[in-house]
């Protein structure tokens, strides 16, 4: 499938509760992954419809010395490779390592992991939509103004705040990757 135009979208994605379920002790290692319902569908229809996935996750389990940055990278490696496996594709992950104490400026709510994904790629994050299952995500997105959507099925975080309001709202990232390519394609010819 092609694009409408040589310029392919980017699109952001939060990790835990939107790609696989979201644990209060951090997944860390693949038997602890459990894959979200419609999360490999989901990244194959926007692999097909031409998007470039770019994540944006908190990894604090690491400044808590529960993971290692080669247990995460190990475990992305093979994220990847099964995401690939079933059609999709990732094109980068970026990580805060970070606890919030630490008062770095990647850790979401903070905006510096999207920034730099943006400053890397050279495209402007207020174009893009941001799916997230949490409030971090949301304020994240609206600090770079990316148009975010919240996932709230059964094992997204469930933290949801009605002060920050997303502009959609889904079971999974499959619903929201047939909005995303419904409202890129048919609002915002590219
Ligand atoms: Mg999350």
Redesign the pocket.
């Known amino acids: 499938m092609t694009t409408a135009s040589a310029t392919r979208p980017f699109v952001f994605l ?5 790609i696989n379920v ?1 644990r209060k002790d951090y997944t860390k290692t693949r038997d602890e992954w459990v894959w979200m319902p419609g999360a490999l569908e989901g990244l194959r229809l926007l692999t097909e419809a031409g998007f470039r996935i770019i994540v944006v ?2 990894q604090g389990c690491i400044a808590r010395g529960l993971q290692t940055e080669e247990g995460l990278r190990r475990l992305h490696e093979w994220m990847l490779a099964e995401i690939e496996r079933h059609g999709g594709r990732i094109e980068r992950i970026y990580h805060c390592p970070h606890r919030t104490a630490d008062d770095c400026d990647c850790h979401k709510p903070k905006p510096g992991l999207l920034l730099r994904a943006a400053g890397d790629f050279g495209f402007d994050p207020s174009q893009v939509f941001f799916v ?3 409030w ?2 949301i304020e994240a997105a609206r600090q770079v103004g990316a148009r975010p959507i919240l ?1 709230t099925g059964i094992g ?2 469930g ?1 949801s705040d009605p002060t920050l309001p997303p502009e959609h709202q889904v079971p999974s990232l499959l619903e929201a990757a047939n909005l995303i390519i419904t409202q890129t394609h048919c609002n915002d010819p590219l």
Do not use: A, K, L
């Not at 939060?14 to 939107?18: A, E, L, N, S």
């Open positions: 939060d990790r835990d509760g939107v979201d996750t908190n997230g299952d949490s971090r995500d996932v997204s975080s933290h």
